[in-house]
């Protein structure tokens, strides 16, 4: 849902990718909202605010980046990444 959301501001409304993240960050942030990955989804937001990388490799990056997980891509950079988020 998250990567939708980024892809439909990014692409179709044309936001700079640091504004739909911060955006998003902040809809995480309130209280009103339940999610049992927020932590996890606002590392990602945050990544992809950071790096020029897709939203849904974030999202992969950092759900690899817990104890006794790894990721496994074709990507080199991406796999780089993972492994310095641990």
């Not at 990955?37 to 817990?66: F, M, N, P, Q």
Request: proline fraction near 2%; charged fraction near 30%; include cysteine.
């Amino acid at each position: 849902m998250i990567a939708e959301c980024v892809n439909v501001l990014t692409k179709i409304y044309k936001a700079p990718k640091n504004k739909a993240a911060e955006s998003l960050i902040d809809i995480l942030r309130y209280k009103g909202i339940a999610n049992l990955d927020r932590g996890e989804l606002i590392r990602a937001l945050t990544l992809y605010s950071e790096r020029d990388i897709d939203i849904v490799d974030c999202i992969l990056c950092v759900k690899a980046s817990g104890p006794n997980t790894s990721l496994f891509s074709f990507d080199r950079e991406l796999n780089k990444m993972s492994e310095s988020n641990r």
